[in-house]
C-alpha cells in the first residue's frame, strides 16, 4: 500500500474548450466513486497563440480502504513523470511533449488529430502549417501508447463542447480506476446540456476503446496522414481521355482541380485547364521523358494553375455564401435548437474595381477611371457597402441571382485579364522547361505567389510576372543552374517579407531590377477645431 502512487494526468485545452469543466467533471467523478483527487490550474495564453493547462493526480485506491491516512498529491507535473497527457490540439500535444513533460517509457498520450492553426503559421506568405503526419510521428515517438483522434468531428457529431469528448477518451483509456457508469453520473447532473455532453462523452469512449481493440487498426491509421475525407473520394474521377493522357500518379491531384473548375465555371472551363496541364506535360517528357523526377512540374502546375484559373470575384463569394452547406456549418457552429431562432447577416464592400471585373473591357475602363478621378480629388475610393441577411428570401434570392451570373463571367474584363496573365506564366513555364528541366520546375512554384484577394492579389501577380520577365527569360545568367537559384531566392524572398522589400534586394542581387514604385495617392485630412 505504501508503495502504491498517484495517476497524474496534464490537460491541455484551448481558450474557449472547457478545459476547467473537464478538469471538474474528473474532480467530481473521483470524489463519487471514493477517490482520493487532486487538481491544480496552471495558467496560460488563451485561444490560440497557447493553452491553459490543468494537473490532475488520482490515487487508485479508495479512501474507505485507506484507514483514516490521506495520500499526499503533487501540485505540478513532473517532467519525465507523467502518466497521461490528454490535449485537443496536435500541435499542443508536441508543444508539451517538447517541455519534456511526456516520456516514451511512462506517458499515455490521448491526442486530437485536429488542428487550429498558430498566430505564426497564419502569417506565412505561403503554405505555414506545420506537417501533420510529422507531428503524429513525435508523438509515437515520445508516448509509452498512444491514441490518435479527430475529437473536433466528434464534438460536432455530438453537437457539444469538446472536453464532454475527452472526458469520453480518458474514461475509455483504463488509466483511471473509475467506472463509466461514475463518470456519466456526473454529467447527467450537468445541466441543461447534459444530454448533448453525454452523447460526446459517449462518442469519446468508444473511438478509444475501438482503437484498443484494433491494435491493427491503429498502425495503419496512424502511418497514413492525418485527413478526415479522402480527396480521391470527394471528387469524381478524370475523363477517360484525361486519364489515358496524364500518368497515373497525378491523376488524383489533376481530379481535384477540374473538379474544382467544373464546378467554378462549367465543363469547357475545366477543359481548358486540362489542355493547358497537357502542354506543361509534353514539356517535361521533352526534358524527361521517362518521369524519373515524379513529373513535379506538372504537379505543381496542376496545384496553382486550377487556384488561379479559379479566382475569387464577387459571382464566387456569392456562390459560397448562399450555399446549402455553409448554412448547415453555421447550424452546427452555435449548435442551432429546433425552438432557436437564427439570423445571419453578411457584410460585402464592393468596390469600383469589384463591379468592373463584370463589365466588358471598355466599360469596365471607364469606371475604373472615374474612380481613380475621385482618388485624385482628395476622396476615398467609391464603395457600396451592404448588409445582407442570408436567412431571409430577399437576401439569398439576390446572392443566388449574383451566383447565376458565372455564365456571363467569361464576358467580364477581369476574366479577360487573367486569362492573358495565365498565358504568360504557362507559356514561361512550358519554355522553359523543354529547355531545362529545374529552372521550368521552380517557375511553376512561383505559382503559390498568387493568394488572397483585393491588393494582396495583385501584388502576388505583379511580384510572379516581375520574376518571369526579369529571371526567367532574362540572359544575362551565366548558366542555368544560376538562373534556378535566382528564382528560387526570388521566390523565397516574395513570401517571407509581405511588403517586398526582401524581393527587391533579391532582384537586384541576381542582376534583376527592383519593382518598379506605384504612386499612391495622399490624403490630407483636415485638422478638426479643438483638436491637438
Same mark, same amino acid.
Given at each position: 500500500?505504501?508503495?502504491?502512487?498517484?495517476?497524474?494526468?496534464?490537460?491541455?485545452?484551448?481558450?474557449?474548450?472547457?478545459?476547467?469543466?473537464?478538469?471538474?467533471?474528473?474532480?467530481?467523478?473521483?470524489?463519487?466513486?471514493?477517490?482520493?483527487?487532486?487538481?491544480?490550474?496552471?495558467?496560460? /495564453?488563451?485561444? *490560440?497563440?497557447? &493553452?491553459?493547462?490543468?494537473?490532475?493526480?488520482?490515487?487508485? #485506491? @479508495? +479512501?474507505?480502504? !485507506? =484507514?483514516?491516512?490521506?495520500?499526499?498529491?503533487?501540485?505540478?507535473? /513532473?517532467?519525465? *513523470?507523467?502518466? &497521461?497527457?490528454?490535449?485537443?490540439?496536435?500541435?499542443?500535444? #508536441? @508543444? +508539451?511533449?517538447? !517541455? =519534456?513533460?511526456?516520456?516514451?517509457?511512462?506517458?499515455?498520450?490521448?491526442?486530437?488529430?485536429?488542428?487550429?492553426?498558430?498566430?505564426?503559421?497564419?502569417?506565412?506568405?505561403?503554405?505555414?502549417?506545420?506537417?501533420?503526419?510529422?507531428?503524429?510521428?513525435?508523438?509515437?515517438?515520445?508516448?509509452?501508447?498512444?491514441?490518435?483522434?479527430?475529437?473536433?468531428?466528434?464534438?460536432?457529431?455530438?453537437?457539444?463542447?469538446?472536453?464532454?469528448?475527452?472526458?469520453?477518451?480518458?474514461?475509455?483509456?483504463?488509466?483511471?480506476?473509475?467506472?463509466?457508469?461514475?463518470?456519466?453520473?456526473?454529467?447527467?447532473?450537468?445541466?441543461?446540456?447534459?444530454?448533448?455532453?453525454?452523447?460526446?462523452?459517449?462518442?469519446?469512449?468508444?473511438?478509444?476503446?475501438?482503437?484498443?481493440?484494433?491494435?491493427?487498426?491503429?498502425?495503419?491509421?496512424?502511418?497514413?496522414?492525418?485527413?478526415?475525407?479522402?480527396?480521391?473520394?470527394?471528387?469524381?474521377?478524370?475523363?477517360?481521355?484525361?486519364?489515358?493522357?496524364?500518368?497515373?500518379?497525378?491523376?488524383?491531384?489533376?481530379?481535384?482541380?477540374?473538379?474544382?473548375?467544373?464546378?467554378?465555371?462549367?465543363?469547357?472551363?475545366?477543359?481548358?485547364?486540362?489542355?493547358?496541364?497537357?502542354?506543361?506535360?509534353?514539356?517535361?517528357?521533352?526534358?524527361?521523358?521517362?518521369?524519373?523526377?515524379?513529373?513535379?512540374?506538372?504537379?505543381?502546375?496542376?496545384?496553382?494553375?486550377?487556384?488561379?484559373?479559379?479566382?475569387?470575384?464577387?459571382?464566387?463569394?456569392?456562390?459560397?455564401?448562399?450555399?446549402?452547406?455553409?448554412?448547415?456549418?453555421?447550424?452546427?457552429?452555435?449548435?442551432?435548437?429546433?425552438?432557436?431562432?437564427?439570423?445571419?447577416?453578411?457584410?460585402?464592400?464592393?468596390?469600383?474595381?469589384?463591379?468592373?471585373?463584370?463589365?466588358?473591357?471598355?466599360?469596365?475602363?471607364?469606371?475604373?477611371?472615374?474612380?481613380?478621378?475621385?482618388?485624385?480629388?482628395?476622396?476615398?475610393?467609391?464603395?457600396?457597402?451592404?448588409?445582407?441577411?442570408?436567412?431571409?428570401?430577399?437576401?439569398?434570392?439576390?446572392?443566388?441571382?449574383?451566383?447565376?451570373?458565372?455564365?456571363?463571367?467569361?464576358?467580364?474584363?477581369?476574366?479577360?485579364?487573367?486569362?492573358?496573365?495565365?498565358?504568360?506564366?504557362?507559356?514561361?513555364?512550358?519554355?522553359?522547361?523543354?529547355?531545362?528541366?529545374?529552372?521550368?520546375?521552380?517557375?511553376?512554384?512561383?505559382?503559390?505567389?498568387?493568394?488572397?484577394?483585393?491588393?494582396?492579389?495583385?501584388?502576388?501577380?505583379?511580384?510572379?510576372?516581375?520574376?518571369?520577365?526579369?529571371?526567367?527569360?532574362?540572359?544575362?545568367?551565366?548558366?542555368?543552374?544560376?538562373?534556378?537559384?535566382?528564382?528560387?531566392?526570388?521566390?523565397?524572398?516574395?513570401?517571407?517579407?509581405?511588403?517586398?522589400?526582401?524581393?527587391?534586394?533579391?532582384?537586384?542581387?541576381?542582376?534583376?531590377?527592383?519593382?518598379?514604385?506605384?504612386?499612391?495617392?495622399?490624403?490630407?485630412?483636415?485638422?478638426?477645431?479643438?483638436?491637438?
Amino acid at each position: 500500500m505504501s508503495q502504491q502512487q498517484p495517476t497524474s494526468l496534464l490537460l491541455c485545452a484551448l481558450g474557449g474548450e472547457g478545459g476547467g469543466v473537464l478538469t471538474e467533471w474528473l474532480v467530481e467523478t473521483a470524489r463519487h466513486a471514493g477517490y482520493p483527487v487532486q487538481a491544480t490550474s496552471i495558467p496560460g /495564453v488563451a485561444q *490560440r497563440t497557447g &493553452a491553459t493547462t490543468y494537473y490532475l493526480e488520482v490515487f487508485p #485506491v @479508495r +479512501q474507505e480502504e !485507506l =484507514g483514516g491516512k490521506r495520500p499526499v498529491l503533487g501540485l505540478y507535473p /513532473v517532467p519525465g *513523470r507523467l502518466d &497521461a497527457l490528454v490535449s485537443s490540439e496536435l500541435l499542443e500535444t #508536441v @508543444r +508539451q511533449i517538447g !517541455l =519534456g513533460h511526456a516520456s516514451a517509457e511512462r506517458t499515455l498520450v490521448l491526442t486530437s488529430s485536429a488542428r487550429t492553426l498558430t498566430t505564426m503559421e497564419k502569417m506565412q506568405m505561403g503554405d505555414g502549417r506545420r506537417d501533420t503526419p510529422e507531428l503524429v510521428r513525435l508523438v509515437a515517438a515520445h508516448s509509452r501508447a498512444h491514441h490518435v483522434l479527430d475529437m473536433a468531428e466528434l464534438t460536432r457529431q455530438a453537437g457539444t463542447v469538446v472536453s464532454a469528448v475527452m472526458l469520453g477518451c480518458i474514461a475509455a483509456s483504463g488509466l483511471l480506476p473509475m467506472a463509466r457508469a461514475d463518470y456519466e453520473a456526473i454529467l447527467q447532473g450537468s445541466g441543461g446540456g447534459a444530454k448533448a455532453s453525454l452523447r460526446g462523452f459517449a462518442l469519446g469512449f468508444e473511438a478509444i476503446q475501438a482503437q484498443r481493440t484494433q491494435a491493427q487498426f491503429i498502425e495503419r491509421v496512424l502511418a497514413a496522414p492525418v485527413k478526415p475525407v479522402s480527396p480521391a473520394a470527394a471528387v469524381p474521377a478524370l475523363p477517360a481521355a484525361a486519364a489515358a493522357q496524364f500518368p497515373a500518379v497525378l491523376h488524383e491531384l489533376i481530379a481535384l482541380g477540374h473538379a474544382r473548375l467544373v464546378e467554378y465555371q462549367n465543363a469547357a472551363y475545366a477543359q481548358r485547364y486540362l489542355e493547358r496541364l497537357g502542354q506543361v506535360l509534353q514539356a517535361e517528357r521533352t526534358r524527361d521523358p521517362q518521369g524519373t523526377r515524379g513529373w513535379a512540374v506538372t504537379r505543381e502546375m496542376a496545384r496553382w494553375l486550377a487556384l488561379w484559373m479559379a479566382f475569387d470575384d464577387i459571382i464566387r463569394v456569392a456562390d459560397l455564401k448562399s450555399r446549402a452547406s455553409r448554412w448547415q456549418r453555421v447550424r452546427a457552429e452555435v449548435k442551432l435548437q429546433e425552438a432557436d431562432l437564427l439570423k445571419v447577416y453578411d457584410h460585402f464592400k464592393p468596390g469600383a474595381p469589384e463591379f468592373a471585373a463584370l463589365l466588358p473591357q471598355g466599360l469596365a475602363q471607364r469606371v475604373l477611371a472615374w474612380d481613380r478621378k475621385r482618388v485624385l480629388a482628395g476622396k476615398t475610393p467609391w464603395a457600396l457597402p451592404l448588409k445582407v441577411g442570408t436567412h431571409s428570401v430577399f437576401g439569398m434570392l439576390a446572392l443566388r441571382t449574383l451566383a447565376s451570373c458565372k455564365r456571363l463571367r467569361p464576358l467580364g474584363s477581369r476574366f479577360a485579364t487573367e486569362q492573358a496573365l495565365i498565358a504568360q506564366w504557362l507559356d514561361a513555364v512550358v519554355a522553359t522547361t523543354a529547355r531545362h528541366w529545374a529552372s521550368g520546375y521552380e517557375i511553376a512554384q512561383c505559382g503559390r505567389l498568387i493568394k488572397g484577394y483585393g491588393s494582396t492579389n495583385e501584388r502576388g501577380k505583379d511580384n510572379l510576372l516581375h520574376v518571369v520577365q526579369h529571371l526567367a527569360v532574362a540572359g544575362h545568367f551565366a548558366s542555368d543552374e544560376a538562373r534556378v537559384a535566382a528564382i528560387a531566392a526570388a521566390r523565397q524572398a516574395a513570401l517571407a517579407d509581405d511588403a517586398g522589400k526582401a524581393l527587391d534586394r533579391a532582384l537586384l542581387q541576381h542582376g534583376a531590377p527592383a519593382r518598379p514604385l506605384k504612386e499612391q495617392p495622399i490624403r490630407w485630412v483636415r485638422r478638426r477645431a479643438g483638436s491637438t
